[in-house]
């Protein structure tokens, strides 16, 4: 499908003159505006398409997710992470982890990306055993700033949010939230905070 409205002259981009990238520029601002929107979509597919064996769906599972950091009283940033870390799973399920954390990263403070990069790691603490793999492997982080966040995301958030009798808020309570965070400034120091670790707000 190409575009039905002005396009560039070029067909390579080495090719292409200063009034072609002002155009691209422009039309970049719409199309970077609807990333949470697109996000959305995503997260509404998981509850169609999702892997198999669950007693909930992959959407459920971020709902529930975000729904326990919500009741935590979390901020927006966890809030946020929690609902979209497993965003990666329908298109790649061997690095859904990093993918989330590539989508989070311009968005979010360091520490978040790096709990949702780092989370499918953790997770193996609950069921490498199975597959004989070694359930300590997370101990490689130890000494890393946000081990102990990434440590209790995957035990309050994370490992506990697979159960069909949960209460779980709907992902329409979750948009705005959504829209808040990607509409930020992409990798502004005042959204990254680069160095601060603050850890997850105490339980409800």
Same mark, same amino acid.
């Given at each position: 499908? =190409?575009?039905?409205?002005? +396009?560039?002259?070029?067909?390579?981009?080495?090719?292409?003159? !200063?009034?072609?990238?002002?155009? @691209? $520029?422009?039309?970049?601002?719409?199309?970077?505006?609807? +990333?949470?929107?697109?996000?959305? !979509?995503?997260?509404?597919?998981?509850?169609?398409? =999702? @892997?198999?064996?669950?007693?909930? +769906?992959?959407?459920?599972?971020?709902?529930?997710?975000? =729904?326990?950091? %919500?009741?935590?009283?979390?901020?927006?940033?966890?809030?946020?992470?929690? @609902?979209? #870390?497993?965003?990666? /799973?329908?298109?790649?399920?061997?690095?859904? /982890?990093?993918?989330?954390?590539?989508?989070?990263?311009?968005?979010? %403070?360091?520490?978040?990306?790096?709990?949702?990069?780092? #989370?499918?790691?953790?997770?193996?603490?609950?069921?490498? #055993?199975?597959?004989?793999?070694?359930?300590?492997? !997370?101990? &490689?982080?130890?000494?890393?700033?946000?081990? %102990?966040?990434? $440590?209790?995301?995957?035990? %309050?958030? /994370?490992?506990?949010?697979?159960?069909?009798?949960?209460?779980?808020?709907?992902?329409?309570?979750?948009?705005?939230?959504?829209?808040?965070?990607?509409?930020? &400034?992409?990798?502004?120091?005042?959204?990254?905070?680069?160095?601060?670790?603050?850890?997850?707000?105490?339980?409800?």
């Amino acid at each position: 499908m =190409t575009s039905s409205g002005p +396009t560039v002259s070029f067909t390579q981009m080495k090719d292409g003159t !200063r009034e072609d990238y002002e155009l @691209l $520029e422009e039309l970049e601002k719409p199309f970077l505006a609807g +990333t949470a929107d697109r996000l959305l !979509r995503e997260l509404a597919a998981q509850a169609e398409e =999702t @892997l198999s064996g669950y007693q909930i +769906t992959r959407l459920e599972h971020g709902l529930q997710a975000a =729904t326990r950091a %919500r009741r935590d009283g979390a901020d927006l940033d966890w809030i946020v992470a929690a @609902l979209l #870390h497993d965003i990666g /799973d329908r298109l790649a399920p061997q690095n859904h /982890d990093r993918m989330a954390a590539e989508i989070l990263r311009p968005y979010v %403070r360091e520490e978040v990306s790096w709990v949702v990069e780092h #989370h499918g790691i953790f997770q193996i603490a609950y069921y490498g #055993h199975h597959y004989g793999w070694d359930p300590e492997e !997370r101990q &490689k982080f130890k000494d890393h700033p946000c081990y %102990r966040s990434c $440590e209790q995301f995957c035990e %309050r958030w /994370d490992q506990s949010s697979f159960d069909p009798a949960y209460p779980m808020d709907p992902l329409e309570s979750f948009v705005e939230d959504v829209r808040e965070v990607f509409s930020r &400034k992409a990798y502004a120091p005042e959204v990254l905070r680069a160095g601060e670790v603050h850890g997850l707000p105490d339980p409800a």
